[in-house]
Every structure is written in C-alpha cells, then in structure tokens.
C-alpha cells in the first residue's frame, strides 16, 4: 500500500467511529499526477447529492505531459462504494449527526487508487485538550521508563 495524502487533522478534529475503503473515479491523468504524489485531501470533505457520495475540494496537480483542456484541479469526484455501505454512511449522517471524512488517499495492492473514509462526530475543544494531555503523558511515561532501565 502506497499512501499518497493523508488528512493529519481528521483524527484531531473527529472522533472515527467507523472506517471504509472506497474506490474514486479518476481520469487517467489524475492518476498519473497521484502516482508523483502530486496530491492533497486536507481541506477536502465528503458530501451527499442524489444518493451518491461525492469528494470536494481535493487538490490534484495537473500531469505536466497530459493533453486535456481540464484545468479544474479541485473538482467534485465520485467516490464508488457498494450499496450496503453506501446505505449504512448515508443514514448515519443524517441520522446520528456523524461527520464523513476522508482519511487518506493511497494506492492498494492492485494498483487501484482508494480513499478510506471515515465515519465520526466532531471534538469539542475539551476533548482536543484531553487527547493531547494524555499523548503526551504517554510520551513522558516512555522516556521516564526509558531512563529507569539505564
């Protein structure tokens, strides 16, 4: 697995509650300009029109050697997912109130690039202080440990 973006605040922003892996449709040169890693998720999101799920807002750079006219770098691409996750994503947003958030874009074990999303519910901002509080307890446990054994 070859990671292209990876979306560093999801995890700050979000509590993920559940993660899925989804397929995006891409034109061949978008591919090829991902394969440079010429690609960014971190101001994109993920919104619902007509019972599909659509990625917004991600940034991928224009292949130097294509042809096509296309100078939209941001535009909306589909994401494919099957039916049965596509229900269970779609209801959760709109009922529970959870957020769907892309996670990182990489390429699989086939070749084919995919987007993990995931499914969670905003932090408040007690709750980004909490996790930081004990991340960085856990840091100063290790060295404290670390410092025992010599």
């Not at 292209?4 to 700050?12: D, G, L, P, W």
């Not at 890693?37 to 294509?66: A, D, P, Q, R, V």
Request: net charge positive; charged share 35%; aromatic share 8%.
């Amino acid at each position: 697995m070859q990671i292209i973006a990876t979306n560093k605040k999801a995890n700050h922003n979000y509590l993920i509650k559940e993660k899925f892996e989804a397929g995006l449709v891409l034109t061949g040169a978008e591919v090829k300009s991902l394969r440079v890693n010429t690609g960014s998720i971190k101001e994109s999101y993920i919104m619902e029109k007509g019972g599909e799920l659509w990625l917004t807002n991600c940034y991928i750079k224009k292949y130097s050697s294509s042809i096509g006219k296309e100078d939209n770098s941001t535009r909306e691409r589909k994401i494919l997912v099957n039916k049965k996750e596509l229900n269970r994503i779609i209801g959760s947003s709109k009922k529970e109130g959870m957020s769907v958030i892309p996670l990182f874009l990489y390429f699989n074990d086939k070749g084919f690039a995919k987007l993990s999303i995931g499914l969670g519910k905003g932090k408040k901002k007690y709750d980004k202080r909490t996790a930081i509080k004990s991340r960085e307890w856990a840091i100063k446990k290790q060295r404290i440990e670390k410092n025992k054994e010599i």
